[in-house]
C-alpha cells in the first residue's frame, strides 16, 4: 500500500473518531444537563434554578429577579387566619424578631429573617430591623439588642417562631409565621408571594 494511500486511511479514520467525540461530546452534555425546568402561575413565568424559582416582578418601573424557595402552587395551601391594621403596615420600618429562648433549630429562623429581610430592603423599599423578643438568654446575638415583641410596640413586627405546622397568623400590627424547620420557609414564602401580589390570601 501506497504511503499517501496509507495516510488517507489514518486521516480519514482520526477525522471518523473525531466526528464521533464532538458528537457523543453534545449527546452526553444533553443527557447530563437539562433544560431548566419552567412553570407559568398567575401570568409570571417561573424559572428552577437549583433550589428556587426565579420570576421577574414589576414595582415602580423597576424590574426585580425574585428567589423563591417554592413555587406558588406548593404554598397556597398555607392557612392564613385574622387581620391586620393596613395604615400600620404601610410605614417604611419593620422589626422581625424570634424568642430565643424557644429550643428549636435557629437556622431555619436565620433563613426565614434573611430571605424577608432582602425582599423587604430591596424590592419593598422599607427598612427591615432584627432583633429579638427577650434579651435574658444565653444567646449572644441577643444580648445587647432592643427586645421587640408583637405587644411592646405599635410598629410593624414579624415574628418568626420556629414551631408546629406551617402557618401565618394576623394580629393587627404582628405577622407571626409559624412552622418547624422547612415549613417556616414555606410560611415565610407564602407571605412574600402575597404582598408581591403573586398569591391571593
Known amino acids: 500500500m501506497k504511503p499517501t494511500t496509507l495516510a488517507a486511511i489514518f486521516i480519514g479514520i482520526l477525522i471518523v473518531l473525531l466526528m464521533g467525540a464532538f458528537l457523543f461530546g453534545q449527546w452526553f452534555k444533553q443527557k447530563t444537563i437539562p433544560a431548566p425546568e419552567q412553570k407559568t402561575y398567575n401570568n409570571f413565568v417561573f424559572t428552577k434554578q437549583g433550589d428556587t424559582w426565579t420570576t421577574t416582578w414589576q414595582h415602580d418601573r423597576n424590574t426585580y429577579l425574585l428567589q423563591m424557595r417554592y413555587f ?4 397556597e395551601l ?3 387566619t385574622g387581620t391586620i391594621n393596613t395604615t400600620t403596615w404601610n410605614q ?3 422589626t422581625i424578631t424570634f424568642d430565643p429562648n424557644i429550643l428549636e433549630n435557629y437556622k431555619y429562623v436565620a433563613l426565614a429573617a434573611g430571605e424577608l429581610g432582602l425582599s423587604l430592603k430591596r424590592a419593598m423599599g422599607r427598612n427591615p430591623t432584627f432583633t429579638c423578643t427577650t434579651n435574658q438568654t444565653t444567646q449572644d446575638a441577643c444580648l445587647e439588642v432592643q427586645p421587640a415583641t408583637c405587644n411592646s410596640t405599635t410598629q410593624p413586627v414579624i415574628l418568626l417562631n420556629p414551631q408546629g405546622p406551617a402557618e401565618i397568623t394576623f394580629n393587627q400590627n404582628c405577622i407571626t409565621l409559624s412552622g418547624t424547620d422547612l415549613e417556616l420557609l414555606r410560611a415565610a414564602d407564602k407571605l412574600l408571594y402575597m404582598w408581591y401580589g403573586i398569591v391571593s390570601r
Do not use: L
Not at 72 to 75: L, R, S, T
Open 72 to 75: 406558588p402552587q406548593d404554598i
Open 92 to 94: 417604611k420600618n419593620i
Open 78 to 80: 398555607v392557612p392564613m
